[in-house]
């Protein structure tokens, strides 16, 4: 990894990349973003309206743009989408930017606690399956991860622990 080269967080929601970004982006003296939020303030839409108007294949379309737009930044920690590595051009282009991925996990029931006290998951990010809940997050997470797996340099576990104690792990490890 090059001095400035990005940092990517990756994982399924609730395993705190967002809020992780942050917080590791003020160890390294870096600036933070969330993809998703590029997204929204690119087409002035919550995500939730994107899948509404669009579904999820313009949703994708439109991160994939955002993906391209942030692999070229340095000194910059990015929080990428749940979904991010679904796409074989986003994974190729992660992979190719020269930084660290870092893949948030975190066990199902504790995805399921984060997203249930998470009061912006209903209105900002829809169910991307009929089913919801447990079922969607173990169906889900079962075609991620090997994708997850593929794209990772590092791996950390966020179970039982805070943003910060997370962010403090991930710089000790780029360091």
């Known amino acids: 990894m090059s001095g400035d080269a990005p940092v990517f967080l990756i994982g399924y929601r609730g395993t705190g990349k967002t809020t992780v970004a942050r917080e590791l982006a003020s160890r390294l ?3 933070w973003v969330d993809a998703d939020d590029i997204v929204e303030e690119a ?6 309206e994107i899948f509404a108007e669009s579904g999820e294949a313009g949703f994708r379309e439109l991160e994939s743009q955002a993906v391209e737009a942030l692999v070229g930044k340095q000194r910059i920690v990015i929080g990428l989408g749940g979904g991010a590595v679904m796409r074989e051009e986003n994974r190729r282009a992660i992979q190719g930017a020269g930084g660290q991925v870092v893949w948030l996990t975190a066990a199902v029931p504790t995805i399921l606690a984060r997203l ?9 990010r829809p169910n991307l399956t009929k089913s919801g809940g447990r079922e969607e ?9 090997p994708l997850y797996r593929e794209c990772a340099t590092l791996i950390v576990d966020t179970e039982g622990k ?3 104690e997370v962010a403090d792990e991930i710089a000790a490890l780029l360091r």
């Open 137 to 145: 997050v173990e169906a889900l997470l079962a075609a991620r991860t």
């Open 162 to 164: 805070s943003a910060a």
């Open 43 to 48: 087409v002035g839409l919550s995500i939730a």
């Open 29 to 31: 003296g870096y600036e």
């Open 116 to 124: 249930a006290g998470d009061t912006t998951t209903a209105s900002r």
